[in-house]
């Protein structure tokens, strides 16, 4: 197949003659063979499981008016220079024909000129382009780059995040913020302790080797459901505020990233892959945060048990 006058999908450059073209057996799109090899895979995998293929589009060049002094982007109406290969303002391809059906845009090409939602891609976010945030973030950019704008414009911390409400360090975690997986990971575990020691009697009755420690559970118990009251307070204000500002922790932690990344770069520019490589999701970093999250649970029961015998010991002593 010819692909010659296409567009590679990963740096959106012209296909010329010459050119080696390596092409997905998943969805049939088409990369530069060094941009494939740069990224490893193909760049639309995200939309692999949803059966999507890639669509060739209708090719026309925008200088063929040659009176015209300026071409209308066929997306956002707005005016580019007459030599302009993009808009200016939402990044759409100036070089395709009108959409054959009614979805050409989101199904041809996987949204190319759809890509950043209207949104001019050269916009500042607070240090990084809007482009810049579209290839940290990877997945499910539809719902986090209009959100992303909001909050920088009207500077609105506040969003929903049903994830981040619920499982918290499982979020953060998928999204590589390892801090605040590690933060809500531990207060997750800690809000949990007393009604799990609480339970303890009822589950060892009858366990000889138990007693003395049920017996200090019981001595404590008053203290224990005082903790479990406050912890469970405190568990619902936590997951509120966490699923409430989620989106902002995960804007904040895109910006941050993305401009050492920039720092770091000879040209002060942050490619595909290197974003990837830093953002995106990482779902096995789901299975390690559960580990963890049972590491700690084990350290807080060892911890408690420690201070019931220290507790017993110190009774005796009296």
């Not at 949104?119 to 607070?126: V, Y």
């Not at 200090?216 to 409430?244: C, E």
């Not at 490619?271 to 807080?300: E, Q, Y």
Request: hydrophobic share 45%; net charge neutral.
């Amino acid at each position: 197949m010819d692909y010659t006058g296409e567009r590679c999908v990963l740096c959106e450059k012209k296909f010329t003659e010459d050119d080696d073209v390596v092409v997905c057996p998943d969805c049939g799109s088409p990369h530069h063979r060094e941009c494939y090899a740069k990224l490893g895979r193909c760049v639309n995998e995200a939309i692999h499981a949803e059966g999507g293929k890639w669509q060739r589009v209708l090719v026309r060049d925008s200088k063929s008016n040659a009176e015209s002094r300026t071409v209308i982007c066929p997306l956002c109406s707005g005016e580019n220079p007459s030599d302009a290969d993009t808009c200016q303002f939402c990044g759409a391809p100036l070089s395709i024909e009108e959409p054959q059906t009614e979805d050409e845009y989101s199904t041809g090409r996987f949204g190319a000129a759809r890509r950043y939602f209207g949104f001019n891609p050269n916009e500042d976010m607070d240090g990084v382009t809007l482009r810049e945030v579209f290839r940290f973030v990877g997945t499910n950019t539809i719902y986090y780059i209009p959100i992303f704008k909001r909050m920088k414009d009207l500077g609105i911390k506040i969003s929903f995040n049903v994830f981040c409400l619920f499982f918290p360090p499982l979020y953060f975690a998928n999204r590589r913020m390892w801090g605040w997986a590690l933060i809500t990971a531990f207060f997750s575990i800690l809000f949990h302790i007393p009604s799990f020691m609480l339970a303890l009697p009822e589950q060892f009755e009858g366990v000889t080797e138990a007693q003395q420690l049920i017996e200090q559970i019981i001595v404590n118990k008053a203290m224990f459901l005082q903790f479990d009251n406050v912890f469970r307070v405190l568990s619902i204000i936590t997951s509120m505020s966490l699923g409430l500002f989620g989106n902002y922790l995960y804007f904040r932690f895109t910006v941050r990233n993305l401009r050492k990344l920039k720092a770091k770069s000879p040209d002060g520019m942050v490619s595909t892959d290197i974003a990837l490589s830093v953002g995106g999701v990482r779902p096995m970093n789901i299975i390690l945060i559960i580990f963890i999250m049972g590491a700690i649970f084990f350290g807080m029961i060892y911890a408690v048990f420690g201070m019931l015998n220290i507790s017993a010991l110190l009774s005796f002593l009296a």
